[in-house]
């Protein structure tokens, strides 16, 4: 079992940046793919970013890379996401996600097992 905490959303102007946290629980953090989503109000939940296990492989959403970086620290059960170069189009609820299989990075939020309660981002233009 793994409890996901995210931190780190609020309100930032367009072109600024903002760094989301996603603290764990448990034991077996170390062996998760982990994984960002976000919802904006009337749209489905997406995949952002995701990296394995071990931090070797990462994995972005089209529109994000190059502003987005997505990183870990397994000794403190911790998950990031740094964003820079913010866009209105970035505003949404971010979601923490654990993935229970280790392997590649799955983009489908079907797989992923453990989810936090979110962090609101809201970029103004």
């Known amino acids: 079992q793994v409890q996901l905490v995210e931190s780190g959303g609020g309100l930032v102007q367009a072109g600024g940046s903002l760094r989301l946290s996603c603290a764990a629980s448990g034991r077996t953090f170390s062996s998760y793919t982990m994984g960002w989503f976000r919802q904006a109000p009337g749209k489905e939940r997406e995949f952002v970013a995701g990296?394995?296990?071990?931090?070797?492989?990462?994995y972005y959403k089209d529109s994000v890379k190059g502003r987005f970086t997505i990183s870990r620290d397994n000794a403190k059960k911790s998950v990031y996401l740094q964003m820079n170069t913010l866009k209105p189009e970035d505003t949404a609820v971010y979601y923490c996600?654990?993935?229970?299989?280790?392997?590649?990075?799955?983009?489908?939020?079907?797989?992923?097992?453990?989810w936090g309660q979110g962090t609101q981002v809201t970029v103004s233009s």
């Open positions: 996600a654990a993935d229970a299989i280790r392997g590649q990075v799955r983009t489908t939020r079907y797989y992923y097992d453990y």
């Open positions: 990296i394995s296990w071990n931090g070797d492989s990462t």
